[in-house]
């Protein structure tokens, strides 16, 4: 029912700044839990961070506390990560996705219903 698109992503130096954005349209965010999720090549797909529907609760995985934001505007139907202190480690393909009406916060991907085509973020070192 909704779509998702990400933006954002880019080229940037270690210690340096991204800030993503997913816009969503055919359905308003607010009945979402919206999540950002990572997959670097090789490697399994990975929880980033999720955040409630009214944007009250926030969550994030270890390897990004301290660095990562995650926000939504329900009003631009938009979610957004922004990313400092960025390390090449940090480096992936970034997804938003979307979970209707779940339990609890989830951090498996395979929970989610949606999800945005991805954007790169690269990390130089």
């Known amino acids: 029912q909704v779509q998702l698109v990400e933006s954002g992503g880019g080229l940037v130096q270690a210690g340096g700044s991204l800030r993503l954005a997913c816009e969503a349209s055919g359905r308003a965010i607010n009945i979402y839990v919206m999540g950002w999720f990572r997959q670097a090549p090789g490697k399994e797909r990975e929880f980033v961070g999720a955040?409630?529907?009214?944007?009250?609760?926030?969550f994030y995985a270890d390897s990004v506390k301290g660095r990562f934001t995650i926000s939504r505007d329900n009003a631009k139907n938009t979610l957004y990560l922004q990313m400092n202190s960025l390390k090449p480690e940090d480096t992936a393909v970034y997804y938003c996705?979307?979970?209707?009406?779940?339990?609890?916060?989830?951090?498996?991907?395979?929970?989610?219903?949606?999800w945005g085509q991805g954007t790169q973020v690269t990390v130089s070192s």
């Open positions: 996705a979307a979970d209707l009406l779940p339990p609890v916060v989830r951090h498996e991907a395979k929970a989610y219903d949606y």
């Open positions: 955040i409630t529907r009214s944007g009250s609760t926030t």
